[in-house]
């Protein structure tokens, strides 16, 4: 199974980017997707994740800012980044896991079977 990543890039801090992932129809129906974000020198961290039924949970960090979605025809979940801020600056994955468990499940990147390469955001003040 792969998840192709995509959308990263330098912009200035206000400004929005969009990242994509891509993977095949056979996981992306069945599973939960998520963005995580690791920044130099600090662990990785969920930024949002959709179930299959679109219900988003987000980080503290990103709520108002970020929104997750997910397209059904294009096998694609999105992340459009808006009001970015220099502490946004990362390499963003996409990530899916398997429905079926309790919310708490989803925060531990552990608990993700398949992963993205990985896009780098980078946000200059």
């Known amino acids: 199974v792969q998840l192709q990543a995509s959308g990263g890039g330098l912009v200035q801090a206000g400004g929005s980017l969009r990242l994509s992932c891509t993977t095949s129809d056979n996981v992306f129906s069945v599973s939960v997707m998520g963005w995580y974000r690791q920044a130099p020198g600090k662990e990785r961290e969920l930024v949002a994740r959709?179930?299959?039924?679109?219900?988003?949970i987000y980080a503290d960090s990103v709520k108002g800012r970020f929104t997750i979605e997910r397209d059904y025809i294009k096998n694609t979940v999105s992340l459009q980044m808006n009001s970015l801020k220099p502490e946004d600056t990362a390499v963003y994955f996409c990530?899916?896991?398997?429905?079926?468990?309790?919310?708490?499940?989803?925060?531990?990147?552990?608990?993700?079977?398949?992963w993205g390469q990985g896009t780098l955001v980078t946000v200059s003040s």
């Open positions: 959709i179930t299959p039924s679109k219900t988003a």
């Open positions: 990530a899916s896991a398997p429905r079926g468990y309790i919310s708490s499940f989803y925060m531990s990147s552990n608990n993700y079977d398949y």
